[in-house]
């Protein structure tokens, strides 16, 4: 049988098969992908083929084994928290990525949001931004709001207002939704589950407040979960994402997944520029004059460095 793996517990996989059933499926013995050092080797939104098989109980029910996963369109990727050789896979075969930002409460530095994108860019996923939690902004922060959203939107991000609590917006969400497998994510504590609420408010999920110690929120999802919409939609739910590793790239290929780098690489004087140090860049040139935005130079050097532990840092608030 064929089916989508909704749900992964680590041992256990919910699978929705072909014929609209759920199965709850294990994955037999060692479970390896090539090329990828996964804790995770099955992920939401993979196509796998299972085989069920009686289980002993009173109530003679069947469970599935998975024994085969279907080649990825794609696939979103971070770093292990535990184990720093070990990547983590978030989830697979996605058609888009709305990433929630709150400008406090807690705060989305521009260096995560930078990672984010890179990220997405690199696995070829629509990438969409969501300011959430407008409604709660003064004159001051809505202004910081705005010049951020025309940060992004001038290298090409579709960015949103939003607000998941009063629903402002939220319909131009669902119309972005329609037809396609979104996933949702973010830090704890932005937002994610109250807005998913709001677009469909059976699926009650569940979300707390945020802590006022940390100000980061606290982890409400603890596994990635798909769900079906009732507009034709699917929903990645994720977990809050406090860090973000970039994984597998080489230095040469990162400015290509800043898209307003990769636009003027070809004018750079050497064609394995690295945007450093090198004579006649046309990067550096472009953040001379104000083309690009120092808050996402200071992103890519600290990703080209390795500097991961620098999430919390607002880079566009230091120029």
């Not at 089916?3 to 994955?27: L, P």
């Not at 990525?97 to 990220?119: A, E, G, K, S, W």
């Not at 960015?159 to 996933?183: E, F, L, P, R, Y």
Request: aromatic share 10%; with cysteine.
């Amino acid at each position: 049988m064929t089916g989508i793996v909704y749900k992964s517990t680590g041992s256990w996989y919910t699978v929705k098969a072909e014929n609209g059933i759920t199965y709850e499926c294990r994955i037999k013995g060692k479970f390896r992908i090539e090329g990828i050092k996964s804790t995770n080797p099955v992920s939401v939104g993979d196509k796998v083929d299972f085989k069920l098989e009686k289980t002993n109980d009173e109530n003679d029910s069947e469970r599935g084994v998975i024994n085969t996963i279907h080649d990825r369109k794609n696939y979103i990727i971070r770093k292990s928290v535990n184990l720093s050789k070990q990547t983590h896979i978030i989830a697979a075969n996605i058609d888009q990525v709305f990433l929630l930002v709150t400008l406090n409460n807690p705060p989305t530095f521009t260096t995560f949001i930078d990672r984010f994108l890179v990220t997405a860019e690199a696995y070829g996923i629509k990438a969409v931004l969501l300011f959430n939690k407008i409604d709660t902004y003064n004159e001051e922060e809505l202004l910081e709001i705005k010049y951020l959203a025309a940060l992004y939107r001038k290298i090409g991000y579709e960015c949103v207002g939003i607000s998941a609590k009063t629903g402002k917006n939220v319909d131009k969400v669902k119309a972005m939704m329609q037809g396609k497998v979104s996933m949702f994510s973010g830090h704890s504590g932005v937002g994610k589950s109250t807005l998913v609420n709001t677009i469909e408010p059976d699926l009650m999920l569940k979300t707390t407040a945020i802590s006022e110690q940390h100000q980061q929120g606290q982890h409400t999802t603890t596994f990635a979960e798909m769900f079906d919409l009732s507009f034709d939609a699917k929903i990645i739910d994720t977990p809050g994402i406090k860090g973000f590793g970039v994984v597998d790239m080489e230095k040469e290929e990162l400015g290509d997944y800043f898209p307003e780098f990769f636009q003027l690489k070809s004018k750079c004087k050497f064609n394995n520029c690295l945007h450093i140090n090198e004579p006649k860049c046309a990067i550096k040139d472009a953040l001379d004059v104000g083309e690009i935005a120092w808050s996402r130079y200071k992103s890519y050097l600290q990703i080209i460095e390795g500097e991961e532990e620098h999430y919390r840092k607002n880079n566009y608030t230091e120029e």
